[in-house]
């Protein structure tokens, strides 16, 4: 019951995001009264839908290649060639989440210009960690039957990692994917500080204005993005567990 009306109240929000994307002055009465009589009410220096994209265009691109990097990371460490590399790799992964992302696109700024590019390397850096230990938890707890079974089947190393360990440990991995996209969702909103294209534009501009309808509609257009992107990796990571529990039990 409760799951229902969960599901009925995330796809009522839904549809009052896609709503206000194509009808947004349908919702300038209620906007109207988070302003002056003189103010705007609706953003309409830049294409909201067009933000949206952008946004999560930038997330997408920094999350796939933050998790290339924590996965590939997470498995080189876990294999006996790489072990003695574990407390190294710790150290640099745990750099994004110490280290300021402002602080990170104040150094970009100078070598790669203003844009989308210092948002893109402080996303990276701030996305590696989650990734990188749920993956390195995943790999390092498969069941060592699990393994056993597969070398004396006459599996090779590589065929071992794609076929069975990588398999099993997805849905930890999806998980930790998740919560850095999420994360990268509300941090990318910072970029427009230097000028990238994202939902941080609307609320900047209603910072500098005071117009709180501005910073209202931002706000709210970055936390559907997060539903969106939570709700569409925890169905993946869903799946990817019920194929595990299939392949651990022997069914087919």
């Known amino acids: 019951m409760q799951i229902a009306a969960g599901s009925l109240t995330r796809a009522l929000f839904g549809l009052g995001i896609l709503a206000f994307l194509v009808r947004p002055e349908w919702f300038e009465p209620a906007l109207r009264l988070l302003v002056d009589q003189n103010m705007p009410v609706i953003y309409l220096q830049g ?15 920094a999350t796939t290649v933050a998790a290339i990097l924590a996965i590939s990371a997470a498995i080189f460490v876990t294999r006996p060639v790489g072990s003695d590399f574990l407390p190294l ?29 210092p948002t893109l390397v402080a996303l990276i850096f701030y996305g590696l960690l989650p990734i990188f230990e749920n993956a390195l938890t995943a790999l390092r707890t498969i069941d060592p039957a699990v393994l056993e079974a597969a070398r004396g089947s006459g599996m090779s190393e590589p065929q071992r990692l794609m076929r069975v ?9 999806i998980s930790g994917i998740r919560l850095s996209a999420v994360i990268s969702v509300a941090t990318a909103t910072i970029g427009s500080t230097v000028a990238a294209k994202t939902l941080g534009e609307v609320i900047v501009a209603g910072l500098q204005s005071y117009n709180y309808a501005f910073i209202l509609q931002g706000g709210v257009l970055v936390a559907a993005l997060a539903l969106l992107i939570h709700d569409s990796l925890t169905i993946l990571e869903r799946r990817f567990g019920l194929r595990r529990l299939a392949t651990t039990d022997g069914k087919p």
């Open 47 to 61: 294409n909201l839908l067009s933000l949206l994209l952008q946004h999560l265009a930038l997330v997408l691109a």
């Open 89 to 117: 790799s710790r150290s640099i992964v745990s750099i994004g989440q110490t280290f300021p992302p402002v602080a990170v696109l104040a150094l970009c700024v100078p070598v790669l210009g203003f844009g989308n590019g």
């Open 165 to 173: 360990e990588l398999p099993l440990a997805m849905p930890l991995i």
